[in-house]
Nanobody
Framework: QVQLVESGGGLVQAGGSLRLSCAAS?????MGWHRQVPGKQRELVADITRGGSTKYADSVKGRFTISRDNDKNTVYLQMNSLKPEDTAVYYCNAIDWRATIRWGQGTQVTVSS
């Protein structure tokens, strides 16, 4: 019943790495990741089209890499050189071929200093 299922969050020390995964129940046009912390708006981290075009928030450029496996309907977010300010709930996001926006349940990423 869950359209998008995230995994890979956890606790990591500053400078460490995590890899998030999100599996969709069907093919999606655009897939990506947003994050949200208390008191802030949910913000785009990165997204990727089925054809491989990517966008990144300025705050993560050079540190995060988004990729996808279309055969598995799965998007990945490799997060390197993590900073405490990366701490947030990360939500998988996808737009299907009927232009419906879908969200995962979120996975917590905590970066300790």
């Amino acid at each position: 019943q869950v359209q998008l299922v995230e995994s890979g969050g956890g606790l990591v020390q500053a400078g460490g790495s995590l890899r998030l995964s999100c599996a969709a129940s069907a093919n999606m046009n655009v897939m990506g990741w947003h994050r949200q912390v208390p008191g802030k708006q949910r913000e785009l981290v990165a997204d990727i089209t089925r054809g491989g075009s990517t966008k990144y928030a300025d705050s993560v450029k050079g540190r995060f890499t988004i990729s996808r496996d279309n055969d598995k309907n799965t998007v990945y977010l490799q997060m390197n050189s993590l900073k405490p300010e990366d701490t947030a709930v990360y939500y998988c996001n996808a737009i299907d071929w009927r232009a419906t926006i879908r969200w995962g349940q979120g996975t917590q990423v905590t970066v300790s200093s």
